[in-house]
């Protein structure tokens, strides 16, 4: 019978409310006779017949009109409350109105008071009472009971949105603010953070929904490290910023985010900073389908250029962000001329071209390969588009009198360990360079670490891993890795590329460092499973170390010396590294540009090594040897650098 009720149209249970009111409403008024008279007996029927017989003709009326049959019942709070009270006061005043009208003398002003009170407390406690009702009904079926910390207005949005989704079922709420425990919600309960884990066992809670919008990422962090001992799967809200223009919804819920466990606020961008570049300039992104490019150029086309040119080598990757460019500049309406060019960064007579056609003022290079492993295996190529890639577009705007152009960097260059991270040092010292004797570009080069959701990079790795049962691939128990979300750090680029002087190079303050098992350790808790171990071998997700890859560090850094100074952003320093002269490095260049037609890997790896001081590289040199040897024999076995 419960079930038949709960699946009733909404017109017939607003009909059966009706009806029961119909019924209750004039035993109550009965009720109130009885009280004042100590009894009830057929002379006081018949003094009092058409008053009763008009209370559900009246009273009936009005509360369909203040909206009390509207309410959802699953859904009501005390708000119902006040509208209870303004129809049982205006249907009192009617009925005494009406004893007036049809002389009921003498008429006890008692009754109508006993009424008046009597009817607001059955209205309540009826609502109330079939609330919790439904709402046991609910917990009985096959849903999910979750708890909400944040017991505000996206709290009570959320809860509202997951009764009417009916696959979850809020059970508590949780917030910090003391004068709220003890209250409802809804019906629902509000406590401490303190008794969390006993209301996990009594409620048999199974999610957590993060409710706190408002709150700093600070805060959101410290929130999440108190919740991850429960094991429970851990799901947070949109900011508020995404929740002004509208009800939250179930399906605005989202997954712990890796920025969730960083806790890094984001500082207020400069705004003359990020236009002084771009606004009303012709601006150039090589390798703008990639992950800092195509970030680069959304933000770009905010700041409103007169030309935005995209240069990316992949057809696919170029159709997608100019497609996506294309959609963002007639939402935003802005007169912005987009051209997608197909290329590389090596056709320097292509760039000649393009520089001269497009009339370039800012360039942004961040065309680069920069997985690690990949260019350990391929040398060749990650020499000759990172190092030779970018030497042709630094000539190209010298020739072109671009006014800015801006490097993105990585901090696998201080101090590099492989190929990679001393192809990206080479492209710095290279722009260091051209950065005196020459006054009509000015060069910088921007500094940071890994961003987060990247290519290849290893959150999503975990998380995929994690979903489809584990192993987590680790490399090495202590590799810790710094981390920066991809806004944020192409926000910064386009800072720190307005505040240039010439020869620039630019760290971005990427917070702490991040121990990679202690990540993959969180991803698991947060998404409600366990990490299997030898303490817990109940555990569902296995971590597997499986060493590290050819050339990878397991620190790393951002800075080859000490000499560093701030700037006037927060977020941005400044440093001082060792520069080579032109002459020196045009020459050092040109034997690198010789041996990589050859492939040469000894006198590669010699002039790697003198070139980039820092240079220590992981892999020995029989390995590159060995390489070669199969390369230039033609050999079609597959070609590893052994670790």
């Given at each position: 019978?419960?079930?038949?009720?709960?699946?009733?149209?909404?017109?017939?249970?607003?009909?059966?409310?009706?009806?029961?009111?119909?019924l209750?409403?004039?035993?109550?008024?009965?009720?109130a006779?009885?009280l004042?008279?100590d009894?009830?007996?057929a002379?006081?029927?018949?003094?009092?017949?058409?008053?009763?017989?008009?209370i559900p003709?009246v009273?009936?009326?009005?509360?369909?009109?203040i909206g009390l049959?509207?309410?959802?019942?699953?859904?009501?709070?005390?708000?119902?409350?006040?509208?209870?009270?303004?129809?049982?006061?205006?249907?009192?005043l009617?009925?005494?109105?009406?004893?007036v009208?049809?002389?009921?003398?003498?008429?006890?002003?008692a009754?109508?008071?006993?009424?008046?009170?009597?009817?607001?407390?059955?209205?309540s406690?009826?609502?109330?009472?079939?609330?919790?009702?439904?709402?046991?009904?609910?917990?009985?079926?096959?849903?999910?009971?979750?708890?909400?910390?944040?017991?505000?207005?996206a709290?009570?949005?959320?809860?509202?949105?997951?009764?009417?989704?009916?696959?979850?079922?809020?059970?508590?709420?949780?917030?910090?603010?003391e004068?709220?425990h003890?209250?409802t919600?809804?019906?629902?309960?509000?406590?401490?953070?303190?008794?969390?884990?006993a209301?996990?066992?009594k409620?048999?809670?199974?999610?957590?929904?993060?409710a706190?919008?408002?709150a700093?990422?600070?805060?959101?962090?410290?929130?999440?490290?108190?919740?991850?001992?429960?094991?429970l799967?851990i799901?947070?809200t949109p900011?508020?910023?995404s929740?002004?223009?509208g009800?939250?919804?179930?399906?605005?819920?989202?997954?712990?985010e890796?920025?969730?466990l960083?806790?890094r606020?984001q500082?207020?961008?400069?705004?003359?900073?990020?236009?002084?570049?771009i606004t009303?300039k012709?601006?150039?992104?090589?390798?703008?389908?990639g992950?800092?490019?195509?970030e680069?150029?959304?933000?770009?086309?905010?700041q409103?250029?007169?030309k935005?040119?995209?240069l990316?080598?992949?057809?696919?990757?170029?159709?997608?962000?100019?497609?996506?460019l294309?959609?963002?500049?007639?939402?935003?309406?802005?007169?912005?001329?987009?051209?997608?060019f197909?290329?590389t960064?090596?056709?320097?007579?292509?760039?000649?071209r393009?520089?001269?056609?497009?009339?370039?003022?800012?360039?942004?290079?961040?065309a680069?390969?920069?997985?690690?492993?990949?260019v350990?295996?391929?040398?060749?190529?990650?020499i000759?588009?990172?190092?030779f890639?970018?030497?042709?577009v630094?000539q190209?705007?010298i020739?072109?009198k671009?006014?800015?152009?801006?490097?993105i960097s990585?901090?696998?260059a201080v101090?590099?360990?492989?190929i990679?991270?001393?192809?990206?040092?080479l492209?710095?010292?290279?722009?260091?360079?051209?950065?005196?004797?020459?006054?009509?570009?000015r060069f910088?080069?921007?500094?940071?670490?890994n961003?987060?959701g990247?290519?290849?990079?290893?959150?999503?790795?975990?998380r995929?891993?994690?979903?489809?049962?584990g192993?987590?691939?680790?490399?090495?128990?202590?590799?810790t890795?710094?981390?920066m979300?991809i806004?944020?750090?192409?926000?910064?680029?386009?800072?720190?590329?307005a505040?240039?002087?010439?020869g620039?190079?630019?760290?971005?303050?990427?917070?702490?460092?991040?121990r990679?098992?202690?990540?993959?350790?969180?991803?698991?808790?947060?998404?409600?499973?366990?990490?299997?171990?030898?303490?817990?071998?109940?555990?569902?997700?296995?971590?597997?170390?499986v060493?590290?890859?050819p050339?990878?560090k397991?620190?790393?850094?951002?800075l080859?010396g000490?000499n560093?100074?701030?700037?006037?952003?927060?977020l941005?320093?400044?440093a001082?590294?060792?520069?080579?002269?032109w002459e020196?490095?045009?020459?050092?260049?040109?034997?690198?540009e010789?041996a990589?037609?050859a492939?040469?890997?000894?006198?590669i790896?010699t002039?790697?090594l003198?070139?980039?001081a820092?240079?220590?590289?992981?892999?020995?040199i029989?390995?590159?040897?060995?390489?070669?040897?199969h390369?230039?024999?033609?050999?079609?076995t597959?070609?590893k650098?052994l670790?």
């Amino acid at each position: 019978m419960l079930q038949t009720l709960l699946h009733l149209p909404r017109l017939q249970k607003q009909i059966m409310a009706a009806a029961l009111d119909v019924l209750c409403l004039p035993l109550i008024f009965i009720l109130a006779i009885w009280l004042r008279y100590d009894g009830f007996n057929a002379e006081l029927f018949r003094h009092y017949f058409w008053l009763i017989v008009s209370i559900p003709v009246v009273s009936i009326p009005i509360f369909i009109r203040i909206g009390l049959y509207r309410a959802v019942i699953r859904f009501i709070d005390q708000k119902i409350i006040s509208v209870i009270f303004i129809g049982a006061c205006t249907s009192v005043l009617l009925l005494a109105f009406i004893g007036v009208m049809l002389h009921i003398m003498p008429i006890s002003r008692a009754i109508f008071g006993f009424f008046w009170a009597g009817s607001i407390l059955y209205l309540s406690a009826s609502r109330f009472l079939a609330r919790n009702w439904f709402l046991r009904a609910d917990m009985a079926d096959n849903v999910i009971h979750v708890c909400i910390y944040g017991a505000g207005k996206a709290g009570a949005q959320l809860a509202t949105a997951l009764r009417a989704g009916g696959e979850h079922i809020c059970v508590a709420f949780i917030d910090d603010n003391e004068k709220k425990h003890r209250s409802t919600i809804a019906g629902i309960q509000i406590y401490s953070p303190a008794e969390i884990d006993a209301l996990v066992v009594k409620l048999g809670i199974k999610q957590i929904l993060l409710a706190i919008p408002s709150a700093s990422k600070t805060r959101q962090k410290q929130i999440l490290n108190q919740l991850e001992h429960l094991k429970l799967k851990i799901k947070v809200t949109p900011s508020i910023q995404s929740l002004v223009n509208g009800e939250l919804r179930v399906q605005d819920v989202r997954d712990v985010e890796i920025e969730d466990l960083l806790g890094r606020d984001q500082v207020e961008p400069d705004a003359r900073l990020l236009s002084t570049c771009i606004t009303g300039k012709h601006v150039l992104v090589t390798g703008a389908g990639g992950s800092i490019g195509s970030e680069l150029c959304r933000q770009i086309l905010r700041q409103r250029p007169k030309k935005l040119v995209l240069l990316e080598m992949s057809e696919y990757a170029l159709y997608a962000i100019e497609h996506e460019l294309l959609s963002l500049r007639a939402q935003l309406h802005l007169d912005v001329e987009i051209l997608p060019f197909l290329g590389t960064v090596l056709d320097a007579a292509k760039l000649d071209r393009i520089f001269a056609a497009c009339n370039i003022d800012t360039l942004y290079h961040a065309a680069a390969y920069k997985h690690v492993p990949l260019v350990e295996h391929n040398p060749v190529e990650g020499i000759r588009n990172n190092v030779f890639g970018t030497l042709a577009v630094a000539q190209a705007a010298i020739k072109a009198k671009v006014a800015n152009f801006v490097l993105i960097s990585t901090d696998k260059a201080v101090r590099p360990t492989n190929i990679m991270g001393t192809s990206k040092r080479l492209a710095e010292l290279i722009l260091q360079a051209f950065s005196h004797g020459q006054h009509s570009t000015r060069f910088c080069m921007v500094r940071f670490g890994n961003v987060l959701g990247s290519s290849g990079s290893v959150v999503p790795l975990f998380r995929k891993q994690i979903m489809a049962g584990g192993p987590i691939t680790l490399t090495h128990p202590e590799i810790t890795r710094y981390f920066m979300t991809i806004p944020e750090a192409a926000q910064l680029v386009l800072q720190a590329g307005a505040m240039g002087e010439g020869g620039d190079v630019f760290v971005l303050d990427m917070g702490e460092p991040v121990r990679i098992i202690d990540l993959a350790r969180r991803m698991v808790h947060l998404s409600g499973l366990e990490v299997k171990s030898e303490t817990t071998p109940q555990g569902t997700i296995e971590i597997q170390h499986v060493g590290l890859r050819p050339g990878e560090k397991l620190y790393e850094e951002l800075l080859i010396g000490d000499n560093v100074e701030g700037t006037s952003h927060p977020l941005i320093m400044r440093a001082q590294e060792n520069e080579i002269p032109w002459e020196q490095l045009s020459l050092a260049l040109t034997a690198l540009e010789q041996a990589c037609t050859a492939f040469d890997y000894e006198q590669i790896r010699t002039l790697l090594l003198k070139t980039v001081a820092e240079y220590q590289p992981q892999c020995g040199i029989e390995d590159l040897i060995w390489q070669a040897s199969h390369v230039n024999s033609g050999s079609t076995t597959d070609i590893k650098v052994l670790h």
